[in-house]
């Protein structure tokens, strides 16, 4: 019965992948945190913004999975910071959206090289199937959390 078996947390996937995550983002963070003064969080809406120009706070907070009450407090500090800029979105004079300044273009293209090297020292304890198995396996999961939800 379901019911009475008893969560064994090390073999609990959802627990296996939120420490994967952390461990992984806090040793990429170890090697920006100083040098850039960035928290996970702020680089993950650098890394977003560099990637995708002009989303909204809560486009940013969807793409990232991250909440949104943290998402805006990273925004305020890179704003603070002249990391990030606020705009009015063109299409819709009532949202703003989002965009890196020259300044936080130049974290983004400091930044991103070391969190590239550090994945591929992570990945290279894997051979190319296991790369390649890796990469569909989280594609299956997300697209099946996201037909659950």
Do not use: C
């Not at 960035?38 to 991250?66: F, H, K, N, P």
């Amino acid at each position: 019965m379901a019911g009475n078996t008893p969560l064994e947390l090390e073999k609990f996937l959802p627990y296996q992948l939120s420490v994967l995550s952390n461990t992984v983002s806090q040793a990429i963070a170890r090697e920006y945190a100083d040098r850039f003064q960035l928290s996970i969080t702020q680089w993950r809406v650098v890394a977003v913004l560099g990637r995708y120009d002009g989303l909204s706070a809560r486009e940013v907070a969807e793409r990232t999975a991250m909440d949104k009450v943290a998402v805006s407090r990273a925004v305020a500090e890179l704003m603070k910071d002249g990391r990030v800029r606020r705009a009015t979105a063109d299409h819709d004079k009532r949202q703003s959206v989002l965009s890196l300044t020259a300044k936080g273009r130049k974290v983004h293209a400091e930044v991103a090289p070391l969190a590239l090297e550090h994945e591929r020292r992570l990945l290279a304890h894997l051979d190319a199937d296991e790369q390649h198995w890796l990469g569909q396996i989280i594609d299956k999961l997300l697209k099946a959390e996201r037909a659950l939800a």
